[in-house]
């Protein structure tokens, strides 16, 4: 400690040295190597690479030589696989053209040209990339590299034995058979890593997942499934009502039936969710699908609609829960943020009747432009309680949740003269229909009454901006919610609460 202390009190010492110090200290302590004492100091920022180069031990040198060295031997032992096969097939090649049993002169023909035959394979192979592959993701793409790099090499064999060494002896049907051998070989040693890693997918604890929708979007989802099993899905069938895929396999899943089977199929398969693959599909299909699935209370998941999917590619990490997005007929409108920002940054906001669906959810939202302030006010306990747990919960340490009921006039004037809000969403409102049916007194106090209350107070404190979240059921209202809900909307915007006070308009 004291080696601290007379760092920083000693002149010419910089606040670093004194970091550096207290490492090595610490270190010395905790009996610390060098190497983790190196760590130590990097991660305290005490050291940076120098221009000439990195001057730690275990530098990034270091490891790109390490690096290097693997992958060099990586690429010789992937050498020693391609010419070891490259002479089992020359040598099972002779065998099927003489029905095992190779005769003495043929014998020696294979066994004096079979270091050119390798050398010109391995040279070969060299050009188009055979040892740079990374086997667990071969494609057809590698295929076709592989097929043009053994026709290739035997065809230069060939003209090598024929033109330059005028070797009349050496069977032409050789040729063909060891490249079609070659092949077979080449292509199961590239194959065999990726089946072993695919056959995974059809293991115990994953999700077994029956898939509506036996188009494009399901074969790529299903090909996604088994390429990356990590996910935890197991397609265990298809959906789809076009008889001809029905009894068919796509990537080894059978298509089971149509929709009008979609019960028994259920029944018999007993998946744990419903995959929706049809990006294309109306909502009324979704629809349709979702009222036959009722019954089972299955998860329902669906792929991003075809307008919203990049490039047209299903991947598995675009799987989603069903959204009532889903199943409406119009594009959903997105509100641009930047002038609802411009609306409630740095504002000091009131929101009332914070506790309810209406008011919570307007509360989020508004948490996420910045506000200097946001009061949630609201009479239910249980409902604001939860609101502002959830909030502070995601870090918004400028929620103020106050208890309170807005037809008391006097806690409106002093919550007002407490937070002094610039900005008012009036969220607060009896909104249950039949329950306002039974309690007629009850909705006029609280969606008339209750919005006098806070306008006025609202006015009396100079708030800059008031606005009332109002409802459709105020439009030519048939109940007692609606009209008392009409009320007070229709109050506002005549301006008879307060004259000359409110800006704007409700909001419905």
């Not at 270190?27 to 190597?33: A, K, V, W």
């Not at 050498?79 to 043929?106: C, K, M, T, Y």
């Not at 979609?262 to 693959?277: F, G, K, M, R």
């Amino acid at each position: 400690m004291r080696l601290t202390q007379s760092a920083y009190g000693r002149p010419g010492r910089s606040r670093c040295d004194a970091r550096r110090l207290q490492v090595g200290l610490v270190s010395s302590l905790l009996g610390l190597d060098s190497e983790i004492q190196d760590k130590v100091s990097f991660q305290a920022g005490l050291w940076r690479p120098s221009p000439r180069g990195l001057r730690q031990p275990g530098s990034n040198m270091a490891r790109l030589f390490v690096t290097s060295f693997r992958a060099g031997r990586q690429r010789l032992l992937l050498l020693v696989a391609h010419v070891g096969l490259a002479a089992l097939s020359n040598w099972l090649a002779f065998l099927l053209r003489f029905d095992g049993a190779i005769p003495l002169r043929e014998w020696e023909l294979f066994a004096s040209l079979l270091p050119l035959l390798l050398t010109i394979r391995a040279l070969t192979f060299y050009p188009f990339r055979l040892y740079d592959d990374l086997w667990r993701y071969t494609s057809l793409w590698d295929l076709r590299n592989l097929t043009l790099s053994i026709a290739t090499s035997s065809l230069a064999y060939a003209g090598v034995i024929r033109l330059g060494l005028g070797v009349r002896a050496y069977p032409s049907s050789i040729f063909v058979i060891d490249a079609l051998l070659l092949l077979c070989l080449l292509a199961g040693l590239r194959l065999f890593p990726r089946l072993i890693r695919e056959t995974g997918w059809s293991g115990i604890g994953r999700k077994r997942v029956l898939i509506v929708g036996a188009g494009d979007a399901g074969a790529m989802i299903v090909r996604e499934m088994r390429t990356h099993p990590s996910y935890g899905y197991r397609p265990i069938g298809f959906v789809d009502d076009n008889p001809a895929k029905i009894g068919h396999r796509i990537h080894g899943v059978r298509v089971l039936g149509g929709r009008d089977r979609l019960s028994h199929i259920i029944a018999e398969q007993t998946p744990d969710a419903v995959l929706v693959a049809m990006p294309s599909a109306v909502p009324a299909t979704i629809r349709a699908v979702v009222k036959a699935l009722e019954p089972f209370h299955l998860p329902i998941q669906t792929l991003p609609n075809l307008r919203d999917l990049l490039q047209c590619r299903v991947e598995v990490s675009q799987i989603r829960n069903l959204s009532i997005e889903d199943l409406l007929d119009r594009v959903p409108v997105d509100l641009d943020p930047e002038p609802l920002r411009n609306l409630v940054q740095g504002q000091r906001v009131l929101v009332t009747g914070a506790g309810g669906s209406i008011g919570s959810e307007l509360c989020r939202q508004v948490a996420g432009l910045s506000p200097a302030t946001l009061v949630l006010l609201d009479r239910y306990e249980n409902g604001l309680f939860a609101v502002a747990n959830e909030l502070a919960a995601a870090g918004r340490t400028f929620v103020s949740p106050v208890i309170g009921d807005i037809t008391e006039v006097g806690q409106m004037n002093r919550l007002f003269a407490e937070y002094r809000p610039t900005l008012v969403f009036h969220a607060a409102a009896h909104k249950h229909v039949p329950l306002m049916e039974g309690n007629p007194c009850e909705a006029v106090l609280n969606n008339v009454g209750g919005t006098r209350v806070v306008a006025e107070a609202a006015h009396r404190h100079e708030v800059d901006r008031f606005i009332l979240i109002s409802t459709d059921k105020a439009v030519n209202p048939v109940n007692v919610m609606g009209a008392s809900k009409g009320r007070g909307t229709a109050r506002t915007e005549t301006r008879s609460i307060v004259p000359d006070y409110f800006c704007d308009g409700a909001i419905r």
